[in-house]
């Protein structure tokens, strides 16, 4: 009997939000999985593309890049869509049922007023016949190609979260890495059993700021796994997790996305999830502030945006820590 032949499964992590103080830090991950030698930007080459925008393909690449520009959002949507439709075979058709299929709890959430509906309409500006249509072109394929899209992973980790970690560990990197261990974790425990003896595995993780070691970190995180020290040195920490006769290999290194498909791809799954996040905080203040300016939520402008609210803040009497990070 002729042994099957061995697989190539490739995993990526990336979040998006870290330096926000207004909406969530969303945290995405993807895997996939093809015969040796598989490389995902030259398989799906006449639906995808890397370097920049080229009309009919969807960019997959640093989701700060494909979203760049003045029909950026459009883009930043029409990629994760497209690569959702491959794996569950249509888009999602609105926010809240996106999040439920995603694992995600509600009811914290609607704790803040701002999310109490999370009824946004997907998609939001793409058009989702031409999504659904992509969608199916690009899983042909993958599977003409014999890859396949296993999972996509997208976690929200929302301003209440992210504060009631900084009060646990008093340590913002801490904080990070802990929202980001909870895809990596899923990932690697859904991979675990799939790999054989004779597979390769790999994981790629965009670094998490300036941490170099991770050892310990990732023991926690996989503890049925013996973690080894492969390699650390700045811009790059790799390990090698055991799980019996199975390894997994685990990468977190600089501009992670530009090396690796599914990095990419998780980055702009992250991306767009807190997009569309924003969305809802910025439409519910606007309901209540006339002619109120947008705002992303970094430094300088979330606060321009907190002082332009801040009279209905007071006066809705707002739950500051459900909207503003301590960091």
Aim: glycine content about 8%; overall charge neutral; aromatic content about 8%.
């Amino acid at each position: 009997m002729r042994c099957p032949d061995p697989v190539n499964y490739l995993a990526g992590v990336d979040e998006a939000g870290l330096g926000p103080i207004l909406g969530p830090l969303v945290v995405g991950g993807v895997t996939m999985a093809g015969p040796e030698g598989t490389a995902p930007w030259r398989l799906l080459q006449r639906h995808v593309s890397k370097q920049k925008y080229v009309k009919g393909k969807v960019r997959v690449a640093d989701s700060k890049k494909v979203k760049s520009g003045p029909h950026g959002f459009r883009r930043l949507e029409e990629t994760a869509l497209v690569f959702w439709t491959a794996l569950h075979g249509q888009p999602p058709t609105s926010l809240s049922d996106w999040l439920v299929t995603l694992g995600h709890d509600l009811e914290p959430l609607r704790r803040c007023p701002w999310y109490e509906q999370l009824s946004l309409q997907l998609p939001r500006v793409a058009d989702r016949d031409w999504l659904s249509l992509t969608g199916e072109l690009v899983a042909r394929s993958l599977r003409n190609g014999g890859a396949e899209l296993l999972d996509i992973a997208v976690r929200a980790v929302d301003v209440e979260e992210w504060n009631g970690l900084i009060a646990e560990t008093d340590n913002k990197s801490k904080a990070h890495f802990h929202a980001y261990s909870a895809v990596l974790g899923q990932l690697v425990r859904r991979l675990a059993p799939r790999v054989g003896a004779d597979d390769a595995c790999q994981l790629i993780a965009d670094r998490c700021g300036g941490r170099m070691r991770y050892q310990r970190d990732l023991a926690q995180v996989c503890p049925e796994a013996v973690v080894t020290v492969v390699d650390e040195r700045p811009g790059r920490s790799s390990y090698q997790l055991q799980f019996g006769e199975q390894d997994i290999g685990v990468t977190f290194a600089e501009r992670a996305e530009d090396r690796a498909f599914p990095t990419a791809l998780a980055s702009c799954f992250a991306k767009y999830l807190r997009e569309l996040m924003l969305e809802c905080l910025n439409r519910w203040f606007q309901s209540h502030v006339p002619d109120l300016k947008p705002t992303a939520g970094y430094y300088v402008d979330g606060h321009r945006f907190l002082a332009d609210v801040a009279a209905q803040i007071d006066a809705l009497a707002l739950p500051r820590d459900r909207l503003v990070r301590v960091r």
